[in-house]
């Protein structure tokens, strides 16, 4: 079975400006979920789809983060402008979300650095 | 209420040891409770989980332990050995998923 898949692997860019990631969610999941974790932290959930439509975006800085999932597969990130406090790893993660399985399966993420 | 506590911030063993830490919640909607693993440059990978209708859970070397009452979770793991040595979250959720939430992780260093 594949796993979480996400691109680029590592991207460093200068504040202001903008920047995407991607996130393929393993084949058959709904659920799909967006992390944003700080060095030495836990991940904080940044936005949670459910399919297609967002469950949960409370803690997503709107002013400057958007996320969409489009067919309620694949999903983008994008932060613009950027700013130095969000240098940290940006983890996707994918689960069935059935009573029987609760199961986060995580990507190895997006390592951002906002110089 | 929707934090996770965690402790201690980090740990170190020897082979053969037992690791414990500890969690702690506040909201009493959480139903899952979970304990994940994270290796440098991965991303976190489900360890061991229980329900709060159970006090105890054990999946080879490691168990979850269960306090409802005092709103309290731990894991402890036998026989600790080098290769356990990873960044440990527990976490918490609800609804099936809903607020999945993590705590502020454990590095464990388990010496040779």
């Known amino acids: 079975e594949a796993g979480v898949a996400q691109s680029p692997r590592y991207k460093i860019i200068e504040k202001r400006q903008s920047v995407a990631f991607w996130c393929n969610p393993i084949s058959g999941h709904a659920t799909l979920y967006w992390y944003q974790q700080i060095l030495g932290q836990g991940p904080k959930l940044l936005i949670q789809?459910?399919?297609?439509?967002?469950?949960?975006d409370s803690q997503l800085p709107k002013d400057r983060f958007s996320a969409e999932r489009l067919k309620g597969v694949d999903s983008t990130l994008k932060i613009q402008p950027a700013k130095l406090e969000d240098s940290a790893v940006y983890l996707c993660?994918?689960?069935?979300?059935?009573?029987?399985?609760?199961?986060?399966?995580f990507g190895s993420g997006t390592q951002l650095s906002v110089l | 209420q929707q934090q996770v506590k965690q402790s201690p911030q980090s740990l170190i063993v020897q082979k053969g040891g037992i690791s414990i830490i500890n969690c702690a919640y506040e909201?009493?909607?959480?139903?899952?409770f979970p304990w994940y693993q994270q290796f440098p440059g991965k991303g976190p990978a489900l360890l061991i989980a229980?329900?709060?209708?159970?006090s105890e859970k054990k999946e080879g070397r490691f168990t979850i332990s269960f306090n409802k009452s005092a709103k309290q979770f731990s894991l402890h793991i036998m026989d600790s050995q080098p290769g356990d040595s990873a960044t440990y979250f527990c976490?918490?959720?609800?609804?099936?998923?809903?607020?999945?939430?993590f705590g502020p992780g454990t590095r464990l260093s388990v010496l040779p």
């Open positions: 909201n009493t909607a959480f139903d899952y």
């Open positions: 993660a994918s689960s069935l979300l059935d009573r029987e399985n609760e199961k986060l399966f």
């Open positions: 976490a918490a959720s609800m609804d099936y998923g809903q607020n999945f939430v």
């Open positions: 789809f459910q399919n297609n439509g967002v469950v949960d």
């Open positions: 229980i329900r709060p209708d159970v």
